[in-house]
């Protein structure tokens, strides 16, 4: 039986990515997902594949009322929610000289904000999981830029550093409570997705690939499923005891000495 087997799981930014991965996992370890994005094109070919335990649903996570639509409508149809992955995130380049007001609230919009509203619907309704006892975990991709000092990504920085506390501040409220509600977050580095890629290559028309990503050298690229592998375990009950945790997924990128 799969790890996930009769859970049901609400993935954001799930049209490619580290959101694909988590999603092409999920599936075969035996949950009922829905993927969900901005990139409808993606996300709809991405659930195809996945048959008939994925879907695909079209979320701007920026925007309360377009969250409180799609879990109603999870629960309604699938009758609970066991698992939130709040994935989606942007990047762009620039340091806290050169980073526009534009880019800065764009950044904290879909992070911050989005991981905001996808913890507030994901507890309201996972509180009433096994009638009324609770049940759930929330997933928060955070990053080692809430960690060290990223200068080439300022506003990257001051979003995942708001995932990072948010997250506690959810594992803390939802244990006093009694939820059975667990909230954790991952801090991945290095992964090869289209995110790096872009931003590799904005920085290397700027001033060089290596110095923009952390200002360190790049020692070797992560595949999504490092980072897939981290997603399940947390999202199945064997990290039944893991609560308020802030894991990081990096191969050392951020313990590195001269690495910030
Ligand atoms: N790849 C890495 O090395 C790395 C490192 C640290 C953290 N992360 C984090 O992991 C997450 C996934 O990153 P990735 O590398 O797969 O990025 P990606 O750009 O490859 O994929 C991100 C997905 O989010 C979607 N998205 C963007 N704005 C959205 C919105 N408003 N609403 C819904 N979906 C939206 C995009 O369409 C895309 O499908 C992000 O939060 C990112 O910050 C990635």
Redesign the pocket.
């Known amino acids: 039986m799969g790890r996930l087997a009769g859970k049901v799981a609400i993935i954001?930014?799930?049209?490619?990515?580290?959101?694909?991965?988590d999603a092409r996992m999920f599936v075969r370890e035996g949950a009922r997902v829905i993927l969900?994005?901005?990139?409808s094109a993606?996300?709809e070919r991405v659930a195809a594949e996945l048959g008939e335990m994925a879907e695909y649903r079209h979320?701007?996570?920026?925007h309360d009322a377009e969250w409180r639509a799609l879990v109603d409508d999870v629960v309604a149809r699938h009758g609970k929610l066991d698992i939130l992955v709040?994935?989606?995130?942007?990047?762009e380049l620039g340091d806290i000289e050169t980073q526009t007001e534009k880019d800065y609230r764009f950044i904290m919009?879909?992070?911050a904000d989005?991981t905001w509203f996808g913890c507030q619907h994901a507890v309201r309704v996972m509180k009433e999981n096994n009638g009324g006892a609770g049940g759930g975990s929330i997933i928060n991709?955070?990053?080692?830029?809430s960690v060290q000092g990223e200068s080439a990504v300022a506003a990257?920085c001051a979003?995942?550093g708001a995932?990072e506390g948010l997250t506690r501040a959810v594992a803390v409220h939802c244990a006093r409570q009694g939820y059975n509600i667990r909230c954790n977050s991952?801090?991945?580095?290095?992964?090869?997705?289209?995110?790096?890629?872009?931003v590799g290559r904005q920085a290397a028309l700027m001033r060089g690939a290596e110095e923009a990503l952390n200002g360190g050298p790049i020692t070797k690229?992560?595949e999504?499923d490092d980072?897939a592998y981290t997603v399940v375990f947390l999202a199945s009950d064997e990290s039944k005891f893991i609560n308020g945790a802030a894991i990081r997924v990096?191969d050392a990128k951020s313990v590195i000495a001269g690495n910030a």
């Open positions: 954001t930014g799930a049209a490619k990515g580290l959101g694909e991965a969900t994005d901005v990139d993606n996300g979320l701007d996570v920026r709040n994935n989606a995130g942007v990047v919009a879909v992070s989005g991709m955070a990053s080692i830029a990257y979003a995942k995932v991952i801090h991945p580095a290095g992964i090869l997705t289209p995110m790096v890629i872009e690229l992560g999504p980072i990096d």
